[in-house]
RNA sequence: GGUGCAGGCCGGUUUGUCGCUGCUCCCUGCUUUGUCGGGGAGAAGAGGAAAGUCCGGGCAACGCAGAGCGCCAUACUUCCUAACGGGAAGGUGCCUGCUUAGGAAUAGGCAGGCAACAGACAGUGCCACAGAAAAUAUACCGUCCUCGAGCCGGAAAUCGGUACUUGGAUAAGGGUGAAAUGGUGGAGUAAGAGCCCACCGGGUGAGGGGUGACCGUCACCGCAUGGCAAACCUUAUGGGUUGAAAGACCAAAUAGGCUCCGGUCCAAGGGCUGCUCGUCCAAUCCCGGUCAACGGGAAACCGGAGUGGGUAGGUCGUUUGAUCUUUUCUGUGAAGAAAAGGCUAGAUAAAUGACAAACACUUUGAAAAAAGUACAGAACCCGGCUUACAGGCCUGCACAUUUU
RNA sequence: GGUCCGUUCGUCUAGGGGUUAGGACGCAUCCCUUUCACGGAUGAAACACGGGUUCGAUUCCCGUACGGACUA
């Protein structure tokens, strides 16, 4: 049975680590996101972060549609970080279009983002 | 029954699987018996506008002798309200429609809509172009009478006409403008004029009705004095400032502050001089001690303990309130009072969701079916306003049509 | 969450009640030149939108839309 939960604890808000994450993370582009991610060895789970500009969405109801359906995907889907082995990071995910995507749409992207995750940057942080 | 307008109300439903948030209950774990962790169950979980942030208030912190100036806001009246720039009822003016009287202008009635609707003889300012003139009682043109001297007509006259001129009378006319100094008609005159008269308009006063805005009635006055205060302004009334990122409390790590305790300092060196002596400075200073040793105190540094502020973070503020529902009563109404019952989101980079199916509604279509289901997401809380909105329901008015 | 400001030719701007809305750069056409550039001449091109006040609004007032700044 795979863990399908997203509690309050895998959410990413500590203000520290998100300039942390800012700062020292890696990136890549997939649209429609761009993901930022930092190891973080010492934590329990994998925290993550969603993001949806206020200049491309400048509807709240918008801005919640997105950030519902991208957590969705994520909660389904994480079992494919665990499976790998990955070790426990901090991800950023922010949402860079202008357009609204349904749940069809975002699901597949973002399963092609939890395999493009590298395992390791620095093996020696181990 | 249909269409349009106005007002009010509602703003999709059900099931399954997987989740989120806080609450209550149960089980359970422990290096930490906790406002702790894990698991399970139950019931609950966005709006009429949650929006814009345009007003008003609660609440909080800070400030505050009293008064004035300044700044901002409001502006017919009375009332409602915690308060308001909001609402209710009414007054006045304007507009639209219908209707009555009338030949018409116009007047009255009914219905609806709109009004930043205090003040323009407190002051300052502005009124382009056009026009004689744009705010000042008056110039110019003009009209009329008259003095004079011409010219023309005429046989002539104290005749007639004509342009000029002297002295007066006027404000009718000047057609331009958004706006022109009461209007229409008559009488009157040399020509004219509220100079006089009728009606309309206006002003003043008295008395009456109304809480009041204001409305009738009567009398008198022939009556020059525009518009713009969403120009400055005047008057009256109100406003202390800042906003939950307010504010109160708990408080890790690191650095630094303060307090206490312990420890460390023993003449190396430099200047004056060619050198020595000497002398001065000096590795901190002060006191006791002739000096030194030594003792005490302070400072500095090192180590340890404690402590206040305070950052990350957390808790409160924070959801029981000008609260909601129902009934009754008071009031034209906004609203108020009483009784009974209810607890109805509390998140914190931010939950209230995702997927699937069925139903409902709308549009298209003969049907099958297809497409669509708005505007929009709480962020301390209320009262309003404004703006957005698929579809549906109710009430009133108007219109045409159908049936009886 | 709160506070404040702005919107004028394609771009940057002036004008803060009065009738042709001005300037610079850019654009188009013509002249100059063998040609291009420079220079000269001419032209097209704008008051965000909807109401109101006023005789008259780009300007004053209200609302809407869009854009921007500040605030931990």
Do not use: W
Not at 113 to 126: S, V
């Amino acid at each position: 049975m795979t863990d399908c939960t997203f509690s309050k604890r895998e959410r990413l808000h500590s203000k520290k680590l998100i300039k942390e994450l800012f700062a020292k993370g890696s990136s890549f582009f997939l649209y429609p996101f761009k993901v930022i991610y930092l190891n973080q060895p010492n934590d329990a789970t994998h925290r993550l972060l969603v993001s949806v500009s206020k200049k491309k969405l400048r509807r709240a109801v918008d801005r919640n549609y997105i950030k519902r359906r991208v957590k969705e995907a994520y909660r389904l889907n994480k079992y494919v970080l665990e499976e790998r082995g990955v070790p426990k990071k901090l991800i950023a995910l922010i949402y860079v279009s202008q357009d609204l995507m349904g749940y069809r749409e975002i699901e597949p992207k973002l399963k092609k983002i939890l395999h493009k995750i590298p395992e390791a940057k620095n093996p020696t942080n181990e």
